[in-house]
């Protein structure tokens, strides 16, 4: 039961667009549009920005946009924003017979 | 207004144990699956545990498989984490997660910090 790889760290000035990468496997990203992203302020509980791969809960700015190419998810968001900075982690379904869900180990995005 | 708050955390010596409960409200708790996400200190996210609205389906990551016991009490609106032999990895903070659908954790609780030392 790996995690899904992410980049360590990300940046960005105001404005500008940031995409960040999450790598899995066919058993996981790859197998199954299941693919969440989370936002999470320091001392906060996570939020849903993204789900379905792609679809935005009611709520979270449509600044967030979410793709998937093979075994690669992307997050990116764009006009960056100062409340934008914070950690990032994808998750995705990774079957019944396996386990139900694993996450990415995150991603520190930072608006310069 | 969808409301989660676990409770049960604290101090505990390596090898012991400690119950989790997650109290809901705000919403038809029966009606939806339950999961338990941990993180360590500093760390990432874990996912530890999923339980279906019915509580007939259950899995566990094989981290704590064998040691962890989720369940739910559906007229209590609570659902649970039994933590046995616990060891010093399992220092985390554990959070419960509403599924709203597959892979969809719409709503969590402000978590309950489990400290395992001696």
């Known amino acids: 039961q790996s995690a899904l790889t992410q980049p360590p760290s990300a940046s960005g000035s105001p404005g500008q667009s940031v995409t960040i990468s999450c790598t899995g496997t066919?058993?996981?990203?790859?197998?199954?549009?299941?693919v969440s992203w989370y936002q999470q302020h320091p001392g906060k509980a996570p939020k849903l920005m993204i789900y379905e791969v792609s679809k935005r809960p009611s709520g979270v700015p449509d600044r967030f946009s979410g793709s998937k190419s093979g075994n690669t998810a992307s997050l990116t968001v764009s006009g960056l924003q100062a409340e934008d900075e914070a950690d990032y982690y994808c998750s995705s379904y990774a079957g019944s017979n396996n386990l139900n869900v694993v996450f990415g180990g995150g991603t520190k995005l930072t608006v310069l | 207004e969808v409301q989660l708050v676990e409770s049960g955390g604290g101090l505990v010596q390596p090898g012991g144990s400690l119950r989790l409960s997650c109290a809901a409200s705000?919403?038809?708790?029966?009606?939806?699956?339950m999961n338990w996400v941990r993180q360590a200190p500093g760390k990432g996210l874990e996912w530890v545990s999923y339980i279906s609205s019915s509580g007939s389906t259950i899995y566990y990551a094989d981290s704590v498989k064998g040691r962890f016991t989720i369940s739910r009490d559906n007229a209590k609106n609570s659902l649970y984490l039994q933590m046995n032999s616990l060891r010093a990895e399992d220092t985390a903070v554990y959070y419960c997660?509403?599924?709203?659908?597959?892979?969809?954790?719409?709503?969590w609780g402000q978590g309950t910090l489990v400290t395992v030392s001696s």
């Open positions: 705000g919403f038809t708790f029966s009606s939806y699956e």
């Open positions: 997660a509403r599924e709203e659908r597959v892979n969809y954790f719409d709503y």
């Open positions: 066919s058993s996981d990203v790859g197998g199954y549009n299941y």
